[in-house]
């Protein structure tokens, strides 16, 4: 797979450290335009040079997911769509073509190989120790170095469940490692059955290989269904695993590095801070750990990392394969569902972008519930749904005018359900609000259109009642519904400041306050102001109506820690600039994506 990634690989001779340098360039190179898979070549640590090479944005664009994948992602939905819906075949070519689509089904079941490349080198015991191999330190305020592209695989108790997940792994010292499975996740579950057993869980991590495989371990695949089934019928043909030395568990026979060991259900430890794909960091908390018996390798093995932070990243690369491939299996549960979009800056599980066909009242109503029912769907924060006549999903400029003409305050449903254990901004953990938004296109009961301001007058004028106030930005000015962006300094509760500015109401209509930087950055603002809100505390609907994306503190009655943003390191940016390493990039689009 590697020789057909060449064309898109750029390699780095020039030492880097594993701490900060490495995945600082990764993270430089992941918001280009077009970006471009690393290899360096040469990882070293205070002087410590690694055998190893690290391998990251393997995702790196559209193009090169095609060539992992194989052929197109919407051919590949087509694929599991024609066979959701396949009826028993009637006539000849009617049932050859049956017959391909079942053989397919063939292609899922793996297979069991020794030998595997994958157990070339063979570490076990004292032999067998993390530091050998070259893991990354990504932010200045994480807990350690964590392995970020690991496939965890684990089983059922009773053996009859087999389970892939990727979830970041802490390294705490030469043998054990942190299993941040969250407590929603596949992992989590079947850790439970040994916990309450009290019988040690194997666990077995695979780095590298065939990309696909480190897809399939992110893609949420209802419980119970083995993912690796998915890549063989991605790539039509079965998958080949082996089992693993020190344990029975059985991983992909071509990963660069498997990892091997078992947890002990009744141990716990500290696990982050760490940098997250949410932009903010995720807070330090217990999470079960495994103890490392054995690593083994292939010949000459490969690092594979990916840097996850604020957006865009590799990440969006990932989940707009999932976003793409699992459309048919998400219509099963919502057949008007036309199409969908999860929008990177709405670090997916914040924002979806759904289209549908409505038919009845409420319709739109009926796919929002169902989608915050169904597996990690429920983990979305704000759905907004748009009708058939609506501009093309990703076309986000147009969208949101159709939007803001169409909405309309009655049509805002606040509900409450579970969020993303990464979720920082909920009133309690794991639970919190669901804003689901009705743009489809109805007749309107509600005519009104505000009577437009310029940004400076605007701003006087709010700043009479309200000093506290700094910027306005006024976005989608020439649509029924403006939106009205406010920078504060936060001696208040945003709630007050909108208390004391809605006498301007004829002025205003959607009023959005933030305290942060992102006035005139809109992809930067949605990712804040998803990120920040819970429905159920910070929309107020009224004839104007308030979102406080503000970060939030004891103001806000918010009683949790506020997590930090996650940042660059100044100095090394600095040191990779001066190694002449950071092209391709203006310094516009490095503000724009707060890299410096
Ligand atoms: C780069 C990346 C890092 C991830 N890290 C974690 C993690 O640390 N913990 C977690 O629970 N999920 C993490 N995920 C999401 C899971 O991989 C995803 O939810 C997957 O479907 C879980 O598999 P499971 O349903 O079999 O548990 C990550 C995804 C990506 C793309």
Not at 80 to 98: C, D, F, H, V
Request: net charge negative.
């Amino acid at each position: 797979m590697l020789e057909m990634l060449k064309p898109y690989i750029k390699e780095i001779d020039t030492p880097l450290d594993v701490n900060l340098e490495i995945p600082h360039l990764a993270y430089i190179e992941a918001k280009k335009k077009n970006p471009k898979i690393l290899l360096f070549k040469n990882p070293v640590e205070n002087g410590k040079k690694y055998d190893i090479p690290v391998l990251m944005n393997i995702f790196a664009n559209e193009e090169v997911l095609e060539v992992i994948f194989g052929k197109n992602l919407d051919l590949i939905a087509k694929e599991i769509e024609e066979l959701i819906k396949m009826k028993p075949p009637k006539t000849l070519p009617e049932k050859l073509k049956a017959f391909g689509k079942l053989f397919a089904i063939k292609n899922t079941i793996p297979k069991t190989i020794k030998n595997a490349p994958c157990q070339y080198h063979i570490y076990e015991g004292e032999a067998a120790k993390l530091s050998n191999l070259p893991i990354l330190k990504t932010w200045e305020r994480d807990g350690g170095k964590f392995i970020t592209m690991g496939q965890v695989y684990t089983k059922s108790l009773d053996g009859n469940i087999r389970n892939v997940g990727m979830y970041r792994l802490q390294v705490y010292d030469d043998k054990r490692l942190g299993l941040h499975w969250q407590i929603h996740k596949d992992s989590a579950h079947l850790f439970w059955e040994y916990k309450k057993a009290n019988k040690l869980m194997p666990v077995s991590i695979a780095i590298g290989g065939d990309p696909l495989y480190t897809w399939c371990a992110t893609a949420p695949m209802p419980p119970g269904i083995f993912e690796v089934m998915l890549y063989g019928f991605i790539r039509g043909k079965n998958p080949k695993l082996t089992k693993c030395i020190t344990n029975e568990l059985e991983v992909p026979a071509d990963a660069d590095i498997v990892i091997e060991g078992y947890c002990n259900p009744q141990e716990m430890e500290i696990e982050g801070m760490f940098g997250d794909h949410t932009g903010y960091y995720t807070l330090k908390k217990p999470f079960p750990f495994m103890h490392v018996e054995a690593i083994t390798t292939k010949k000459n093995p490969i690092y594979y990392a990916t840097v996850v932070g604020k957006p865009p990243l590799e990440d969006k690369y990932m989940g707009y394969a999932t976003e793409r491939i699992f459309l048919p299996l998400l219509k099963t549960t919502a057949p008007d569902l036309i199409d969908y979009a999860m929008p990177e800056n709405g670090v997916f599980h914040n924002l979806i972008l759904a289209k549908i066909a409505p038919r009845y009242p409420g319709h739109s109503l009926q796919i929002m519930h169902s989608l915050w029912g169904v597996g990690q769907m429920s983990f979305v924060k704000h759905a907004i749904f748009v009708d058939e006549k609506a501009p093309p999903l990703r076309d986000y400029e147009s969208l949101t005018r159709y939007i803001l003409n169409n909405f309309e305050p009655k049509n805002i449903l606040v509900s409450k359900g579970i969020v993303d254990e990464l979720d920082h901004s909920s009133i309690e953990e794991l639970v919190g609000g669901k804003l689901g938004v009705d743009a489809t296109s109805s007749e309107k009961s509600d005519d009104f259109s505000p009577n437009v301001l310029k940004d400076k007058e605007l701003l006087k004028k709010l700043k009479s009642v309200e000093p506290l106030i700094e910027d306005v930005k006024q976005y989608f000015t020439d649509t029924k519904n403006p939106i009205c962006v406010i920078k504060f300094d936060k001696k208040k509760s945003a709630k007050d400041i909108f208390e004391s500015i809605k006498k301007f109401k004829e002025h205003l209509r959607i009023v959005v306050f933030i305290n942060t930087d992102e006035i005139d950055n809109p992809y930067m603002l949605v990712w804040r102001v998803t990120n920040n809100i819970d429905a159920l505390r910070d929309v107020w609907i009224d004839e104007v109506i308030g979102i406080d994306g503000s970060n939030k503190n004891e103001l806000d009655g918010f009683n949790r820690e506020w997590p930090p943003d996650v940042d660059t390191t100044k100095e090394v940016i600095e040191k990779l600039k001066n190694l002449g390493l950071i092209e391709g990039i203006s310094e516009e689009e490095m503000k724009k994506y707060q890299i410096i």
